[in-house]
């Protein structure tokens, strides 16, 4: 149960909650692509809870649970 192609991942929740609420849901911004701290390219995906990694450079790090930690 995905959602639909209109409102992605958030589609799952239904009328059950504010408009507002699923567009700032952390599942939908997990989702999205993030700039590697290695190799510094737009490659880098979750992977699981915790885990994120370089689709370009291959790194695989532990980090932040809904975004990557800098440092």
């Known amino acids: 149960m995905s959602g ?3 409102v992605g991942i958030a589609g799952k929740h239904g009328t059950r909650l504010g408009i507002s ?6 599942e939908v911004q997990s989702k ?3 700039v590697c701290p290695f ?7 979750r992977v ?3 885990i ?6 291959g790194n695989k790090f532990a980090g932040g ?3 990557p930690l800098m440092s």
Do not use: D, N
């Open 4 to 6: 639909t192609k209109k």
């Open 39 to 45: 190799c510094f390219k737009k490659q880098l995906k």
């Open 21 to 26: 609420i699923r567009k700032g849901l952390l």
């Open 65 to 67: 649970t809904h975004y």
């Open 32 to 34: 999205k692509t993030k």
């Open 52 to 57: 994120w990694e370089c689709k370009k450079c």
């Open 48 to 50: 699981a809870k915790g």
